[in-house]
């Protein structure tokens, strides 16, 4: 069976366009590291999405510079090695002295331990068209395990019947994205390019369809209401003759403890769960 050439026009169409949506997906996380310039701290975030995203991008380009016909791999995942970079070391930066140590942990291990791992094995063990094969099959496994990831989401919006965790722009550019490189893996008959982008398809619609059914759920002002402290009104008169003394306060405690900040507005939720 012939394979088709990288210089085909459709090949290069679904690789560019490809090239695109996955650019925007890689940018997603910028105004989530905007607030933590900002504010000087990680608030809760999580640094595994990222170092995942660094370990996806560095397989995939080690398996383009194996294979060198799939060179629109090596363009977009080398924009995503440099964009996940900068987030970790963002991250690394602003967040606390436990979080930073699992953050270190965590690249020591994925980043250099298992992909040196697999480097040097390829290297040693694999010869010519084998190594190429063996490490697609890795990247492919790998693949399909980070698009099954997003299921615990859906889970969780069944349960909950709120879409806050799913935003539906990012689960529309997985998809898409999904789309495009499912299209220039089949046209270069590229199998363990293919095939991860499948799964992505399926999940990235069933998101999209999710978020069609509870968008509009009351369980989030039900949700909202329940947080709201409990205003009681006292109508009796104080006893006579109380000897009331004030107590100097902290108002930027009272602030904190009512999840309001200086300027008197509440601060945004802290807790986003990532897709990379």
């Not at 799913?166 to 789309?179: D, E, G, H, I």
Request: charged fraction near 15%; include cysteine.
């Amino acid at each position: 069976m012939t394979s088709v050439s990288h210089t085909h026009p459709l090949v290069f169409t679904f690789g560019i366009l490809g090239n695109l949506v996955s650019f925007m997906v890689f940018i997603a996380p910028v105004p989530t590291f905007y607030r933590i310039v900002k504010k000087k701290s990680s608030e809760g975030f999580h640094s595994l999405p990222y170092v995942v995203g660094l370990f996806s991008a560095m397989l995939w380009i080690y398996y383009a510079m194996v294979k060198t016909n799939v060179t629109l791999l090596i363009t977009i995942n080398s924009f995503g090695c440099i964009a996940e970079t900068i987030y970790v070391a963002i991250y690394f930066t602003y967040a606390t002295k436990k979080a930073r140590m699992k953050t270190l942990g965590l690249v020591l291990l994925l980043n250099f331990g298992v992909f040196g791992l697999i480097l040097f094995l390829t290297q040693i063990l694999c010869q010519g068209t084998k190594r190429a094969e063996v490490i697609g099959w890795i990247c492919m496994a790998f693949s399909i395990s980070v698009f099954v990831a997003p299921l615990s989401i859906m889970g969780r919006v069944i349960r909950t019947k709120s879409v806050e965790f799913m935003p539906f722009n990012l689960s529309l550019a997985l998809t898409v994205s999904a789309v495009m490189w499912f299209l220039y893996g089949l046209l270069l008959k590229d199998f363990y390019v293919a095939v991860p982008n499948i799964s992505g398809m399926i999940l990235g619609v069933l998101q999209m369809i999710l978020y069609g059914i509870y968008r509009n759920s009351k369980s989030n002002n039900v949700a909202t209401e329940k947080e709201l402290p409990t205003v009681v009104k006292v109508d009796q008169e104080l006893p006579p003759k109380v000897n009331c003394e004030v107590y100097p306060v902290n108002i930027s405690s009272l602030d904190s403890e009512n999840g309001e900040g200086k300027d008197g507005k509440n601060l945004e939720d802290s807790q986003i769960n990532s897709q990379v």
